[in-house]
């Protein structure tokens, strides 16, 4: 059996909480390695939406552990609401189940508005981030200003970094009218949570070549989607860290070989939250109507998402990017109120056909995308957990997937809750081996 990397090929919000949840069994450890909690991954629990943004979604099965990485930033305060709630739900969560990288980023008060500055400063060309601070803190990691997890944990570092970080960031904060922050409150708040924070945190890199060593099997869970991977994404319209399949290396201290098997999720429709090129988005009673229909909401902000098609051009390169090697499609089942459906297999650009997504992103917002129409299936395939119940109309739907990206689909969501799924043993097998037998089971 091999380690699994699940992650987006779109631009987030594809699914990857309940594809996670689904596959867990089948692991030991779920390592997360990117990313903050501007991320939602969304599972429903006996009929119950539960939203997490730090923690990763195996945490819902007993006796599995969860790892976040040092390639994540990290909220203190966001962590103990998630490990508050959870524990409300009567999932047993302690340092046996949970382990922090003590090499883990650590969003500050002053992150957050640090990114309102910078967003208000671009104006007409603003990124549409949480301003959760991810992309501060990601920028203070980068110059080398960062505070760990790790520092929380030694009292006189903590307020050493604390002291030289304002000393800076303040004469900013005053230049844009706004108080001082105190070194002192800062200092005082953030050493409490170093004590509470201390059971959970170890070398995340030792703590899982020992798990490898042992013979563990990892399902690492990315965040956010490939189209918005700082390097890869239409930047700069990008999260902050790299959600690719690269990032798992420098995200959890391990050789890129521990990395056996990708899967990529994909909705079979597009959506994309705040600003950058779309090619496919649709602004009309179409794109409302998925969104609607399709719960199309962030689990993290409540904004709106914008939707559109399906866009192969988009997917099909964030599967060689990321060498996808079988893909899972989600919310089918939105799409059966319209009358056509369309797909996006290539681009036209100044008269040349573009059958590869292009770098710049100022050349996807002229693009003008070729669609291939398909008739809406019948009957209804909501909640469908047998292949061989699928219409035939959705079928030729999916083939031409599979055919227009060149890899296998594995699994096929059919509806939000954890037993809507359809479950395709024998491409799983070929990734996961005798392992594939505990999935798909009631």
């Known amino acids: 059996m091999s380690n699994l990397l699940v992650l987006g090929t779109q631009w987030g919000d594809e699914g990857k909480g309940k594809v996670v949840d689904f596959l867990a069994p089948a692991f030991d450890l779920i390592a997360r390695y990117q990313g903050g909690h501007n991320a939602g991954h969304t599972v429903y629990l006996s009929g119950k939406k539960v939203v997490l943004h730090l923690i990763p979604s195996g945490i819902l099965h007993p006796g599995k552990i969860c790892v976040i990485g040092n390639g994540l930033v990290f909220s203190p305060q966001a962590f103990f609401k998630e490990l508050s709630d959870l524990r409300g739900l009567g999932v047993k969560v302690d340092e046996k189940r949970l382990v922090l990288s003590r090499a883990a980023q650590v969003i500050m008060p002053y992150h957050p508005l640090m990114e309102k500055i910078s967003e208000s400063a671009r104006g007409q060309k603003m990124i549409g981030t949480t301003c959760r601070g991810i992309g501060p803190c990601y920028e203070d990691k980068i110059a080398r200003w960062g505070i760990r997890v790790g520092d929380l944990l030694e009292?006189?570092?903590?307020?050493?970094?604390?002291?030289?970080?304002?000393?800076?960031?303040?004469?900013?904060?005053?230049?844009?009218?706004?108080?001082?922050?105190?070194?002192?409150?800062?200092?005082?708040?953030?050493?409490?949570?170093?004590?509470?924070?201390?059971?959970?945190?170890?070398?995340?890199?030792?703590?899982?070549?020992?798990?490898?060593?042992?013979?563990?099997?990892?399902?690492?869970?990315?965040?956010?989607?490939?189209?918005?991977?700082?390097?890869?994404?239409?930047?700069?319209?990008?999260?902050?860290s790299s959600c690719t399949a690269g990032g798992v290396s420098t995200g959890l201290g391990l050789s890129p070989k521990q990395v056996q098997a990708v899967l990529g999720i994909t909705k079979v429709y597009t959506t994309r939250v705040g600003s950058g090129p779309f090619p496919t988005e649709l602004k009309d009673e179409t794109g409302a109507t998925i969104a609607r229909k399709g719960d199309e909401f962030g689990a993290t902000t409540g904004r709106p998402r914008r939707c559109g098609w399906f866009d192969a051009v988009a997917v099909r390169y964030a599967c060689r990017i990321n060498g996808v090697d079988v893909l899972a499609l989600t919310k089918p089942d939105v799409?059966?109120?319209?009358?056509?459906?369309?797909?996006?297999?290539?681009?036209?650009?100044?008269?040349?056909?573009?059958?590869?997504?292009?770098?710049?992103?100022?050349?996807?917002?002229?693009?003008?995308?070729?669609?291939?129409?398909?008739?809406?299936?019948?009957?209804?395939?909501?909640?469908?957990?047998?292949?061989?119940?699928?219409?035939?109309?959705?079928?030729?739907?999916?083939h031409w997937i599979e055919d227009t990206l060149e890899v296998k689909v594995a699994l096929i969501s059919t509806g939000v809750g954890r037993e809507d799924m359809i479950y395709l043993k024998d491409e799983m097998k070929k990734i996961l081996g005798e392992k594939a037998e505990f999935l798909g089971r009631e």
């Open 335 to 398: 799409l059966e109120e319209l009358r056509e459906i369309k797909a996006c297999f290539r681009y036209r650009y100044k008269g040349s056909v573009l059958t590869d997504f292009p770098s710049d992103p100022w050349i996807l917002e002229k693009v003008e995308p070729e669609y291939r129409t398909f008739p809406v299936w019948s009957p209804s395939i909501h909640r469908l957990k047998n292949f061989e119940e699928l219409p035939s109309g959705f079928l030729d739907y999916l």
């Open 155 to 240: 009292p006189a570092v903590l307020r050493e970094k604390i002291e030289d970080n304002l000393r800076i960031k303040n004469k900013i904060f005053e230049a844009f009218g706004f108080p001082p922050f105190s070194t002192e409150e800062i200092y005082r708040e953030y050493a409490d949570y170093g004590e509470k924070l201390a059971p959970f945190v170890q070398d995340v890199s030792v703590f899982l070549h020992q798990q490898i060593k042992a013979g563990k099997k990892i399902l690492f869970e990315g965040a956010q989607g490939a189209l918005l991977d700082v390097d890869f994404g239409t930047y700069p319209y990008v999260t902050s």
